[in-house]
């Protein structure tokens, strides 16, 4: 049923090879004016797209430690740079301006308890529990 | 002998570069790409910029592809916009700079030609038929696709292509038949 459906929508359409107007419209294949026609549009468009598959297959070809490679050729003397600067900051700020040395920023603060984190017999109470643990 | 490379497989290849690969894959639309060009377009010089301009313009963005199995339609898409900017562009061109009635329809010379006074009726033809009709006779009876290969690539429904195709070469016949002198013409260019 679906089949004869299509097959007389078909017919109806007209939509089946037409020689009379494919014939004509071969005259507006610019190959029938000039025989090497396509030869040379590919020409034009593989000639327009080289420099890009050139950097394409240069993409392809890096591999990631060639990324990290050229990443670090640019961070690490960033770093070094900053690093350099930092310490340069710092030596000048022991020197002088705040007139604040390491050892007074360590040094204890009278008065101030020193924290005991265990007492001495503490392992002996627990250890007192230790056989009514199960 | 094996099976010609999937369209897939071309634009995997042609991301990576592959002068090849892609080389194949112009080898494969340029007639299609410069039918749907043509279309839109109406002018052989236009179509053929248009036609050329998408390939590269497809290639830098080859990563947007996200179906490089249809390759064809994503670049058919891109052909048809290029080709719309181009004649925007050109119109805009025109009015600025030419005087009205300086690129004129009137015969020259070389068109005393048979074969070139048809191209020129069919020019006309074609421009009168609305855009998705010309690009589904030119792909059809010009570049011998089949119902479903542009139903695929223009992603539109096969029934659709079909009533297109009908509907376009209905009002072809009926505009060559039209003009005194068209049959004869067509008789002696087959």
Known sequence: MMTWFRRGADEMLDTGTDPRIAEALETLDPASRDANYWFRFHGGVMAGAASELARRRMMARLTIVDVMASWSRTVVPTAMLAAAVAALILVRAGSGALGVSAEDVLAELPGEPVPVLQESNAAVIFASFGPDNF | ?190
């Open chain 2, 1 to 190: 002998m094996s099976d010609p490379p999937a369209d897939g497989e071309l634009v995997r290849l042609a991301r990576d570069g592959d002068e090849v690969a892609f080389g194949l894959l112009v080898k494969r639309y340029q007639r299609p790409a410069y039918a749907v060009a043509l279309s839109v377009t109406g002018r052989h010089e236009d179509a053929e910029d248009a036609a050329q301009e998408s390939f590269l313009v497809a290639l830098s963005r080859l990563e947007e592809c996200r179906s490089p199995e249809r390759f064809g339609g994503w670049l058919m898409t891109i052909v048809r916009n290029r080709s719309k900017n181009l004649i925007r562009r050109e119109s805009l061109r025109e009015t600025e700079q030419v005087p009205p009635g300086a690129r004129s329809s009137a015969p020259t010379p070389d068109k005393v030609a048979e074969n070139i006074e048809l191209r020129s009726l069919l020019e006309e033809a074609l421009a009168r038929l609305p855009e998705v009709q010309r690009e589904i006779v030119l792909l059809h009876d010009m570049e011998g696709w089949k119902h479903r290969e542009i139903a695929e690539r223009l992603e539109i429904p096969s029934g659709t292509v079909r009533s297109h195709l009908h509907f376009a070469r209905k009002a072809l016949r009926a505009a060559l038949g039209e003009v005194p002198g068209v049959p004869e013409i067509l008789r002696k260019a087959q």
